[in-house]
């Protein structure tokens, strides 16, 4: 299911919550009936003109609440690419000749991790 679904099907409840059909739905979003009755089901991919469609109909406001700060979004994806990069370079390494301490592990992901942070934002997302 859908970002979109999900949030549809939220809405669907809070339709049936008010005792407001899909019909009367259907004409206050100015939605085909049978595009609505889809979207709702999850059958049709619905845009995001559809869930704000939707949602203003049910008195609902769609937006963004407490986003990350983006150096903790920064953080989190260096982290994550870090152990993927060390745990690849040391699953090779490994086969040949022994691998270090968990310590040691960690330390070489933290090097790792600090060099994606200072280095472009290509690197750290690609």
């Not at 009367?24 to 595009?35: E, I, K, P, Q, Y």
């Not at 704000?52 to 609902?60: D, H, S």
């Not at 994806?77 to 310590?103: D, N």
Request: aromatic fraction near 2%.
């Amino acid at each position: 299911m859908t970002t979109a679904q999900n949030i549809l099907a939220d809405l669907d409840e809070r339709r049936r919550d008010l005792g407001m059909s899909v019909p009367v739905l259907a004409r206050r979003t100015g939605l085909a009936l049978s595009t609505l009755y889809r979207a709702l089901r999850g059958q049709q991919n619905a845009g995001l003109d559809t869930v704000t469609a939707v949602a203003a109909a049910l008195g609902v406001r769609v937006s963004l609440t407490h986003p990350r700060q983006k150096t903790a979004m920064r953080r989190e994806q260096a982290q994550h690419k870090a152990r993927v990069l060390v745990g690849t370079a040391l699953g090779s390494a490994s086969i040949e000749h022994p691998v270090g301490t968990e310590a040691v592990v960690r330390q070489i992901a933290r090097a790792v991790e600090e060099d994606l942070l200072a280095s472009s934002n290509l690197a750290l997302w690609d």
